[in-house]
């Protein structure tokens, strides 16, 4: 049994023991690389868990049920390390034998998860490992990274890398997400640094064109974003060998030290304590902000984002592409922003072409949208005029296109946004 509180407040737990172990340290890697004893995490009978912390860590042991630090599942501040997307498929069936859990995914139990999370860290976003083979794996990476590139060979590497993952080996570990990608600690001459490489295959098929040139879209994006003041990684595309590369440099990692950068994303929060399951970033924001887990402001930056990603066509802004700053104390800061580009016109999951075409925009569904619609318009103008006269675009048709949306989302300005110069 574990005894949990004190006095009065005194409970009991009967304690469980999976095949990772019973309980396990939790440590964060600090900025400087430097690590920090948060606390052990317990697991318990009928799938929960106990997080006993060292010191005071509010955020962390905030009420989810009647107990403090006490979780119905997997604690949601570990949720994003779970494996998943592009990246947890490969793992999964390249290490399912030494892990001993199944090839497929998608029949992993809470058990396989809490494996893979120990003993190899799992996606290894944020800050945060859990028990002493994860640690020790972080720092072994760090000193030694697996996916090391000098920046003067990325144009010959990146190819290189890309078969690799194509052909199931895991370079690094990174997020989760459905678009091919890879991981790379670049050697530059300021130093190193750690970045997360998507990429289009070689193909002069209609698919891998339509991929290529989304790349270059939301590497447009990032950097229309972040000239507007909102937290953008810095992006670069780089040709290999007949590849596109989009190398977006990691926002959970530092430069040089390659230390850690706690993250949390909206969709683990929102499961936690609101509940929602929308899409709507702006009304998630609006509930965390009533809930005191972020800022008004915070909850404004996700409205004007999430008209943003409207005004560009992204049709894949679920809660799990976007994301905060994890910390012990305080409200969540919003986290750089990812996966932000024009989905409407990515190829379908069968690997068709969707046709190009402009953007079909609804009225808002919500009340008091005025001012998000003026501020995302005005940027979404802009990245659709720079998509336009971009010389790395491919298609004639996108560029066609891009020249009506920029024209399209100035006009729903014009209607629906009461301060539109």
Known sequence: MLRIGKARATRYAARARTTAGSHWPLWRMRPDATLEELGVLHVLRGERFQFEPQGARPNLTRLVE???GHFPGLPWFLDDLRPQGFLGRTLAHRQSGALGVPTDLGRWSLDDTLVAITRTGGTGIGDLLLGSIAVDQ????????????EAEQRETRYAGMADAVLAGEVVGSSPGGEQPKFTATVWAAEGRYAALVKFAVPDSGQTARRWADLLVCEQLALECLGEAGLPAPEAQLIDSRGYTCLEV??????PIDLGRIGFVSLAALDAAFVGSGARDWGLVGERLADLAWISRETAAQMGRLHWFGRLIGNSDMHPGNLGFRLTDHGPLALAP?????????????????RAALPLALTAPTRPNQSAHIAWAAQLAGRFWDRVASSERLQSDDLRRVARENAVAVRSYAVTFADDWP
Not at 140 to 149: H, Q
Not at 249 to 254: G, L, V
Request: aromatic share 6%.
């Open 66 to 68: 009647e107990t403090q």
């Open 337 to 353: 922003v990812y996966d932000m580009l024009p989905m409407s016109l990515a190829p379908s999951s069968t690997g068709a072409v």
């Open 138 to 149: 972080a720092l072994a990476e760090r000193a030694d990274p697996s996916d090391a590139v």
């Open 249 to 254: 440099r990691r926002f959970d990692r530092t």
